[in-house]
Nanobody, 122 residues
Framework: QVQLVESGGGLVQAGGSLRLSCAASGRTFSIYSMGWFRQAPGKEREFVAAVARSVDSTYYADSVKGRFTMSNDNGKNTVYLQMNSLKPEDTAVYYC???????????????WGQGTQVTVSS
């Protein structure tokens, strides 16, 4: 089992920045991939970014590429999402997820955190 706890959400003006953190505990040694997802009110959950920890390769949704950066600190079992140039359309609950194997799809993750709210005002 893996437990994930997100933090760092909040209210920010458009153009501002936030850094989200996701701390993993439990069977962290077996985690292959970690991802960030978000869900806005009335919308489907969408992929934001992911990292394959063993090879430190990151992947981003087109909507955040160039603005968001995902990083991985294996020593702390924590991943981060640095969000710059935030837009009102980035407003959502942001979730962290973990998977023990290469995900078969963008959304193929076994463990999910509770989420942290990010609100971007115009």
């Amino acid at each position: 089992q893996v437990q994930l706890v997100e933090s760092g959400g909040g209210l920010v003006q458009a153009g501002g920045s936030l850094r989200l953190s996701c701390a993993a505990s439990g069977r962290t040694f077996s985690i292959y991939s970690m991802g960030w997802f978000r869900q806005a009110p009335g919308k489907e959950r969408e992929f934001v970014a992911a990292v394959a920890r063993s090879v430190d390769s990151t992947y981003y949704a087109d909507s955040v590429k160039g603005r968001f950066t995902m990083s991985n600190d294996n020593g702390k079992n924590t991943v981060y999402l640095q969000m710059n140039s935030l837009k009102p359309e980035d407003t959502a609950v942001y979730y962290c997820a973990a998977q023990y194997r290469p995900p078969s799809t963008l959304y193929d993750y076994a463990y999910w955190g509770q989420g942290t709210q990010v609100t971007v005002s115009s």
